[in-house]
């Protein structure tokens, strides 16, 4: 057994070296803990941007709440989301390609919803159940003509300057009641609620016809709901022109036009009627809804007066009575049946090849 003199003994001196610098360390920290405290005391905007600059430093996934919406849309509809290029940014379409052995056409759907995720079950069961019967769909979610509040974002050392400033008008001048705060949007919502919502379609619109374009889908169809009707055809009217030779197809973007009457609070006036229905060879399918109260009654007398004064060779208005709630996977809807049956006698073609045409255009 050894004894208990053979075990190394612990120097003094490095023991008071340790516990020397240990102290030494600890005054250190204290001293550096005191110092900031101190900074922090005498100037707290400093603390403050310090530690928005790196909150700020670590970028937003998505630039905005609506971009973020529709990027979990598109991720989780990865065979029928498509992302077109505008001049002022991408946006989201919905495209449903044929389920049947032959292609007829396309049906265009341009309705005034803030996203994709809130149209009507209507519209969703047309887009969803047309391509069964040969055609496909292209959906876009136009610019609601009342613009959604953007909610403010202020970053936070943009806050802390504006209540500073706040703080000095608010001493120099009296506070008023009406006064609302000025709200900061993201870069791509500012850009595009300063852009006119006539132009941002007309964009839309384009990026879709070249879509289809370099699809070599010609054969169009375009549904429209009566808050997107004005401006679309604004749009797609000018490239309109008349075919003597055969009046029964049509020299322009689109074969026939379907007006969907859903919102009861944005009726079409005589004079944006009259735009519409300024191509006298353009069919047009109008559709109305129940309720069919008086102002509904008096907006389908008024649709079918200026259609008549126009001259249109083909105008049918149509009012469908209450049906049962129209699901997605209801694929013999009665709307489905009838926006079937009309651009089956008014548009439906047999494509051109590209070798084999000498100019854009179907043969009806």
Same mark, same amino acid.
């Given at each position: 057994?050894?004894?208990?003199?053979?075990?190394?003994?612990?120097?003094?001196?490095?023991?008071?070296?340790?516990?020397?610098?240990?102290?030494? *360390?600890?005054? +250190?920290?204290?001293?550096?803990?005191?110092? &900031?405290?101190?900074?922090?005391?005498?100037?707290?905007?400093?603390?403050?941007?310090?530690?928005?600059?790196?909150?700020?430093?670590?970028?937003?996934?998505?630039?905005?709440? +609506?971009?973020?919406?529709?990027?979990?849309? +598109?991720?989780?509809?990865?065979?029928?989301?498509?992302? *077109?290029?505008?001049?002022?940014?991408?946006?989201?379409?919905?495209?449903?390609?044929?389920?049947?052995?032959?292609?007829?056409?396309?049906?265009?759907?341009?309705?005034?919803?803030? #996203?994709?995720?809130?149209?009507?079950?209507?519209?969703?069961?047309?887009?969803?159940?047309?391509?069964?019967?040969?055609? &496909?769909?292209?959906?876009?979610?136009?610019?609601?003509?009342?613009?959604?509040?953007?909610?403010?974002?202020?970053?936070?050392?943009?806050?802390?300057?504006?209540?500073?400033?706040?703080?000095?008008?608010?001493?120099?001048?009296?506070?008023?009641?009406?006064?609302?705060?000025? +709200?900061?949007?993201?870069?791509?919502?500012?850009?595009?609620?300063?852009?006119?919502?006539?132009?941002? @379609?007309?964009?839309? @619109?384009?990026?879709?016809?070249?879509?289809?374009?370099?699809?070599?889908? =010609?054969?169009?169809?375009?549904?429209?709901?009566?808050?997107?009707?004005?401006?679309?055809?604004?749009?797609?009217?000018?490239?309109?022109?008349?075919?003597?030779?055969?009046?029964?197809?049509?020299?322009?973007?689109?074969?026939?036009?379907?007006?969907?009457?859903?919102?009861?609070? &944005?009726?079409?006036?005589?004079?944006?009627?009259?735009?519409? =229905?300024?191509?006298?060879?353009?069919?047009?399918?109008?559709?109305? =809804?129940?309720? %069919?109260?008086?102002?509904?009654?008096?907006?389908?007398?008024?649709?079918?007066?200026?259609?008549?004064?126009?001259?249109?060779?083909?105008?049918?208005?149509?009012?469908?009575?209450?049906?049962?709630?129209?699901?997605?996977? %209801? =694929?013999?809807?009665?709307?489905?049946?009838?926006?079937?049956?009309?651009?089956?006698?008014?548009?439906?073609?047999?494509?051109?090849?590209?070798? #084999?045409?000498?100019?854009?255009?179907? @043969?009806?």
């Amino acid at each position: 057994m050894p004894s208990a003199h053979h075990q190394r003994p612990i120097s003094f001196a490095n023991y008071l070296l340790s516990l020397l610098l240990g102290l030494t *360390l600890l005054a +250190a920290d204290g001293h550096t803990q005191e110092t &900031e405290n101190t900074a922090a005391q005498s100037d707290p905007q400093q603390s403050e941007s310090q530690a928005s600059s790196s909150v700020s430093s670590e970028a937003p996934p998505y630039e905005s709440r +609506a971009m973020r919406d529709r990027t979990l849309i +598109a991720n989780a509809l990865q065979d029928e989301s498509l992302w *077109l290029d505008t001049e002022y940014g991408k946006i989201l379409a919905m495209h449903r390609i044929t389920e049947a052995k032959s292609t007829l056409g396309v049906l265009l759907l341009l309705h005034a919803a803030e #996203d994709p995720q809130h149209w009507p079950p209507a519209l969703e069961n047309v887009r969803a159940n047309l391509p069964r019967y040969g055609w &496909e769909t292209l959906a876009l979610a136009v610019p609601p003509k009342i613009a959604p509040p953007i909610p403010a974002r202020p970053s936070s050392s943009s806050s802390s300057q504006s209540d500073e400033s706040s703080d000095e008008k608010n001493t120099n001048e009296p506070s008023s009641p009406d006064a609302a705060p000025a +709200a900061s949007a993201s870069s791509s919502s500012s850009s595009s609620s300063s852009v006119p919502r006539e132009q941002l @379609i007309a964009a839309y @619109i384009d990026a879709a016809l070249n879509y289809l374009k370099e699809k070599n889908q =010609f054969n169009v169809v375009v549904l429209t709901d009566n808050s997107s009707a004005y401006p679309s055809l604004q749009k797609l009217l000018p490239m309109i022109n008349d075919n003597p030779k055969d009046p029964k197809t049509i020299d322009g973007p689109l074969q026939a036009l379907i007006i969907i009457n859903l919102q009861q609070q &944005e009726l079409l006036n005589r004079e944006e009627l009259e735009s519409i =229905f300024d191509s006298k060879q353009l069919p047009v399918m109008d559709i109305f =809804f129940t309720p %069919d109260d008086a102002a509904q009654q008096t907006a389908r007398n008024l649709h079918r007066a200026v259609a008549m004064r126009k001259k249109l060779d083909d105008y049918q208005q149509l009012q469908i009575n209450n049906q049962p709630t129209i699901t997605e996977t %209801d =694929f013999q809807s009665f709307l489905l049946g009838r926006v079937r049956g009309f651009m089956q006698k008014k548009a439906s073609g047999i494509e051109l090849k590209k070798e #084999d045409e000498k100019t854009p255009g179907t @043969i009806n």
